[in-house]
């Protein structure tokens, strides 16, 4: 009987080792770069800037999509090699994008564009109640409708090599966090747009993926920039609001901010990010999400499981608030 016992563990054991071993060997098959091309937006720093320069490295034609194309990182990929081509884009106008289309289809005539990279984005820390529409709506404008427009415009170049459309995305596309409304809104958007598009466009053998990253040590996480926003922010709400909260509650989240984001975004490492989206464009079967970092994906799984009120305790543990805001201490008084 335990001689039985042992030998169906032993077959399962097997059975999972080839399963890791194929698994493996499927993700290790890289496709043939040959010149083949790719868009990306958001390149004047951070990722994009960095994986325009990997892609390159690789033998990739890169077309770099940059907000100010006479800055600092648009004139370091001009000469960084002559297979980046910088291109101005803003991703929020319409007529930026279709001239970068044409751009990008003058140069490839009839190759086709191998991958489209939507990296541009912004992002901002504040609270819903002092958050203006405004900050909303440049949100939804870069991150969520400027990857709409710059993917339906692209498509069909994208279609025609039967390639990749990959989105960086966030971790805050998949959990909320107090302060970042704004963001995870629109996170949460885009990772809804990948997922209705990756099975619309599976019958093309386009394949659609999300990098969905943690906070990293990049120019939209700089601190004394949100605590700015914050302070002018503050100071045009509305009196009831203020009252609400009260000053003492409003310092104390600045203080918090630099601890929180500090904190959230103690990984340095880029690196990361750009090795996933490296292996999204030259695995010949990607993932359709990556998650970079082993912890932080095992983080996020371990999450992902929790009951709701678990989550929002965890929540509150990580995120260090210790004010309460005027309107509850009155309250809490008058009982």
């Known amino acids: 009987m335990h001689i039985c016992v042992y030998g169906v563990i032993l077959i399962i054991i097997l059975f999972v080792s080839l399963l890791i071993f194929v698994y493996k060997l499927r993700r290790n098959r890289k496709i043939e770069v040959n010149g083949k091309s790719v868009f990306i937006t958001g390149c004047d720093r951070g990722f994009g800037y960095h994986i325009a320069k990997q892609l390159s490295t690789l033998g990739f034609q890169v077309f770099a999509g940059c907000l100010d194309i006479n800055g600092v990182g648009a004139k370091e990929l001009a000469n960084f090699s002559k297979s980046v081509h910088p291109v101005q884009i803003d991703v929020t106008k319409e007529q930026d994008v279709s001239d970068a289309l044409k751009f990008v289809e003058d140069t490839i005539q009839d190759k086709g564009l191998w991958a489209v990279i939507n990296n541009a984005g912004v992002a901002s820390y504040v ?16 991150n969520l409708t400027g990857v709409i427009r710059v993917t339906k415009a692209f498509l069909p170049l994208v279609r025609k090599t039967q390639g990749r459309v990959v989105t960086v995305a966030s971790l805050a596309g998949r ?3 107090p302060g970042f409304s ?19 466009m599976k019958k093309f053998n386009v394949k659609v993926i999300t990098i ?4 990293y040590k990049t120019n939209i996480t700089n601190e004394n920039v949100i605590i700015a926003q914050n302070k002018e922010l503050w100071e045009k709400c509305p009196d009831e609001i203020k009252n609400a909260y009260g000053e003492h509650y409003f310092n104390d989240f600045l203080v918090k901010i630099k601890e929180n984001i500090l904190d959230l975004t103690a990984n340095k490492d880029i690196a990361q990010v750009i090795d996933a989206i490296e292996d999204a464009i030259c ?29 929002d305790l965890t929540v509150s543990l990580v995120m260090k608030y210790v004010s309460k805001p005027c309107q509850m201490t009155t309250l809490n008084k008058n009982k």
């Open 127 to 142: 609270e819903c109640e002092w958050c203006p529409l405004d900050v909303y709506q440049r949100m939804i404008d870069v």
């Open 175 to 177: 959990n909320g966090l």
């Open 182 to 200: 704004a963001y995870t809104a629109t996170k949460f958007g885009i990772i809804g747009f990948s997922e209705c598009l990756r099975r619309e």
């Open 212 to 215: 969905e990253p943690s906070m």
């Open 283 to 311: 695995c010949q079967y990607p993932d359709t999400k990556y998650v970079p970092g082993f912890r932080t994906s095992f983080e996020s799984f371990i999450y992902s499981l929790l009951p709701v009120s678990i989550q």
